[in-house]
């Protein structure tokens, strides 16, 4: 039985429960909301960013970010009365591990509430449930624009400063993934006061952006959810949409979600003898999935644009660092950074692996003869038939959703920031990076990548069921 239509299920009422549908709504984004308060605290936590501020406010921009919304930061340096010293930060980064928090938690009890509604589901009903969703994720931004402003205060001890030459010892040592490195340019004569400078950075949850980001982000949640869950209702008529995009939307969600699951065992194997394993967990809790989403891109041959200077070169993987370090204009490819080191290789052959498990699944998953899931009548398994028609099928709907899954990817893990801590005339902490896929070739490799998958998946499956 379909999971969109049911041919002995009790007519439904076409009246809207509203009742239901706001207390599964506010379900829905309360556990959303805690989940993502909770995975930013610790990951802020974790890395220790609760020494210079508040912890509540930065959990607030941190969880706005991973709503869609954005945040400004500005501040003002001064030293011992001396002027013409400023801070100027520009940040333009998604934490995805606080987004795929909210967004499971989001869609679990969005899907739930609409099994609980009946085998089939009326169209006003459906725009009920996610309208209310969509509308409470809004008026939660809301709060988050409140409540996600702050001051930093930061001292030139606190930084380190009183390790410079003329200092109390040698040169600076910032504390962070790769470290800051050495200090260029500084005077020995004006180290006593860079000690005592005082730097105030603020920050403050853009309103409108905020709530428009949480916006798109709670609807793209719902419709990925919707299309993704092959046991939840539809309504009448819409069946086309449970057999044609269900199987591949699906095979594509569950890779990705299995690929975090990899990245976060890989970011605790490398805790275990690492001297910050807390840095790792933090990190890994904030952005595990940034660097796996986009490493798949990378993997499939997605070219990257990318440059990067000062600081943050010490917190990128080998080998990108290396190749960003230089001044050429020539695309980040995976070619470009296997010259840096031959085991980058791997990573292409991680990705073509996770693209024939998804084409494996959509094969599996597709209905064979009007049957849901790839089973015939009898509950029982395809016989071994011409293949032709559901390998081209299979191709087709893998090629368009892979398309499309890469293109996103690409997008929601690009990286622009550009800070720098400026103090009488010294450049002492000037770092930027910039990280943006091309959206052309992510959507025609996407398509070429689907259709190998989709027609090699259906082939092992066919010939695993002859056997």
Known sequence: MSAATSAGAAPRSARVPWV?????????????LIAMAGTAALGLRLLDADAAGSL??????????????SVTPSGDVSAFGLSSAEATTAVEITPLGVSLVGALLLAFFFLRSLRAAGPVVTVA????????VVALCVAMAGGLVWAGHDVVTL?????????????????????????LGDVEGLLPDRV??????????????????????AAVWSAGVLVVALLASRRTPLPRGWDALHRVVRPAVSAVVTVLLLAVAAGL????????????????????????????WLGLPVGLFVPWDGRASGALLGVLPHPLDDLLRGESDQPVTLGRLAELDGRVWLLGV???VA????GVLVAVRTPVDGTPDGGTPDGGTPDAGPPTGSVLRCALRLALVTAVALAVLVRLTGVSVDASLSVLGFDAFGAGLELHGRLGPALLLGAAWGAAAGAAGALLARAAAAT
């Open 192 to 213: 006593a006061d860079l000690v005592d400078a005082q730097a105030a950075v603020g920050f403050t949850v853009d309103a409108a952006p905020t709530l428009v980001g």
């Open 20 to 32: 239901d549908v706001v207390v599964s709504a506010v379900a829905a984004v309360s556990w959303a």
């Open 155 to 179: 001292d030139g001890r606190s930084l380190g400063l009183d390790g410079l030459p003329g200092g109390d010892g040698g040169g600076i040592g910032l504390p962070g993934p790769g470290g």
């Open 350 to 352: 991680a990705a073509a």
């Open 265 to 292: 065992a890989a970011a605790g194997y490398a805790a275990v003898d690492d001297p910050h394993p807390r840095r790792i967990a933090g990190a890994a809790l904030l952005g595990a999935p940034n660097g796996v």
């Open 56 to 69: 509540g406010p930065m959990t607030a921009a941190v969880v706005a970010l991973g709503a869609g919304g």
């Open 355 to 358: 693209m024939l498990l998804a």
């Open 125 to 132: 009903e459906l725009l009920a449930r996610a309208g209310a």
